[in-house]
């Protein structure tokens, strides 16, 4: 419990301290006029309270991420509770705060016109395609885990398919209406029965008090199938530390925010509320994984379906029916919640390299059909599969936008560790994995670590290579 009581209290600290300091390096000015004012049009640019704003982004950003990855994570020890801390503190709410209120700088501009800005017209165009794919991967995915848990709670005959088909139209409603019309009257309900649902469980941790693992237990990891904790823990655990998603999410909040000085708590902010719900499942997942009821439930379980079982046995257990009917609740309310707004994503992203006014409504309905055509074609792939490329294609995309990020400080003469430092890591992350995994090219794990390295290094010298030159322009230039 000690453990447990310091990272949370970390977490906390971390936005006071830590969030504070990256809002000065950034210079957050509260006198400039916000593209929620200036390009106001009625649907996608439009003044909203910052509570809202800020329900509306955590649910975005937190799906079942905090969740489900927490859970899987957690099986890997103590480990989990480091990075969840660390990598919500200095690598998740950092990406998402600077992707947000650059984008609040640039008129609400999307993630691969940022990316384009900083990373060169190449990555950009690479970008726009890559991420409207990621979003696409996102509301499939998001699809079929809520509609095969609302069959199996409904009669036979309202199935999988009625149930997908079902999601999918609220998902055209959801893409299509101005903001204001369904995502913001229902998400800020839908995110306090998310919050409600972890202080809960963390009331129940102190009230229970379970043996929970300490850093003096050492940081072994104790995953039963023996996966490597690096990567494989640091792409489990994305939404709860770090997540490339969000970045994606951001830029739709910072066309309906009024000031910028709102920024650090609705983007920081989210980001380690989402860090604190993943501390609090990774916890209480720990905990039942070593009792014998949660080792007989995670084995008679299988593939996504084992998260979902645990997270149903601890709410019932330690929250009773009101429990129970929130986990509910947040198993299929969450992910729908967090793919209706990838499709708004991929609609605003693909809107704005074509540059196609989106006040007509049909101009809104000609981009989304076919993105939603495919990802109903996605939806009939197998999903373990999908979901294993969309969790490196998640984390792949943090490595873009730190790296662009990172380039931005630079050329703001801002401190550029802030930023470098994730980037370097979750480099390192990525190509390792894509070296190690089996949906990868399933390398040994010694030469996986080698490649890995030498990846991360080659850009590392590519970066330093390019901020030679960049400084050595400016000097030029002021000469």
């Not at 006040?359 to 989304?368: G, H, Q, T, V």
């Amino acid at each position: 419990m000690i453990t447990f009581s310091i990272a949370l209290a970390a977490l906390i600290g971390g936005y006071f301290l830590y969030g504070k300091f990256v809002e000065r390096v950034f210079g957050a000015d509260s006198s400039r006029r916000t593209p929620a004012y200036t390009k106001q049009d009625g649907v996608d640019y439009l003044p909203l309270p910052p509570w809202k704003i800020f329900m509306i982004q955590f649910l975005n950003i937190a799906g079942l991420g905090p969740i489900f990855g927490a859970v899987m994570g957690a099986k890997f020890g103590t480990a989990s509770y480091l990075w969840i801390v660390l990598g919500s503190i200095f690598a998740g709410a950092v990406h998402d705060f600077l992707a947000g209120m650059i984008s609040l700088r640039h008129g609400g501009e999307s993630l691969p016109e940022t990316i384009g800005r900083y990373l060169g017209n190449n990555f950009k165009q690479f970008m726009r395609g890559f991420t409207v794919l990621l979003m696409v991967l996102v509301g499939a995915v998001f699809v079929a885990g809520p509609a095969g848990l609302l069959a199996k709670l409904t009669p036979e005959h309202l199935n999988l398919p009625f149930w997908a088909t079902v999601v999918f139209a609220y998902y055209v409603l959801a893409t299509l209406l101005p903001i204001d019309k369904i995502i913001g009257k229902i998400y800020p309900i839908f995110a306090i029965a998310l919050i409600f649902m972890a202080a809960g469980i963390l009331v129940m941790i102190f009230w229970y008090h379970p043996p929970l693992p300490e850093l003096t237990d050492g940081l072994r990891n104790t995953h039963p199938e023996g996966l490597p904790l690096f990567p494989m823990m640091f792409v489990s655990i994305a939404c709860g530390a770090i997540s490339g998603f969000h970045a994606t999410q951001s830029p739709m909040m910072a066309r309906c925010m009024t000031n910028e000085k709102y920024g650090r708590p609705v983007f920081y902010g989210a980001m380690i509320t989402e860090g604190i719900v993943a501390l609090i499942w990774a916890a209480a997942a720990t905990y039942f994984f070593h009792t014998e009821q949660g080792t007989a439930l995670f084995a008679a379980a299988s593939g996504n379906d084992n998260a979902s079982v645990i997270v149903d046995s601890i709410t019932r257990e330690w929250l009773g029916p009101i429990g129970g009917l929130l986990a509910v609740l947040g198993v299929i309310a969450a992910p729908i919640t967090s793919g209706d707004t990838a499709f708004r994503s991929a609609r605003l992203i693909v809107a704005d390299f074509l540059h196609v006014d989106q006040r007509p409504i049909l101009k809104r309905l000609a981009i989304s059909l076919p993105l939603f055509a495919s990802g109903f074609l996605i939806l009939h792939a197998d999903f373990s599969v999908v979901w294993r490329y969309f969790a490196w294609c998640n984390q792949t995309l943090a490595v873009f936008t730190l790296w662009a990020l990172s380039v931005y400080l630079v050329r703001e003469r801002k401190p550029v560790l802030v930023t470098l430092v994730p980037a370097l890591f979750m480099t390192a992350v990525c190509s390792t994995y894509l070296f190690i995994a089996g949906e990868g090219l399933h390398l040994p794990p010694t030469l996986s670590y080698v490649l890995g390295g030498c990846t991360t290094l080659l850009v590392f010298v590519l970066f330093l290579f390019w901020r030679k030159r960049f400084e050595a322009g400016r000097s030029g230039e002021i000469r």
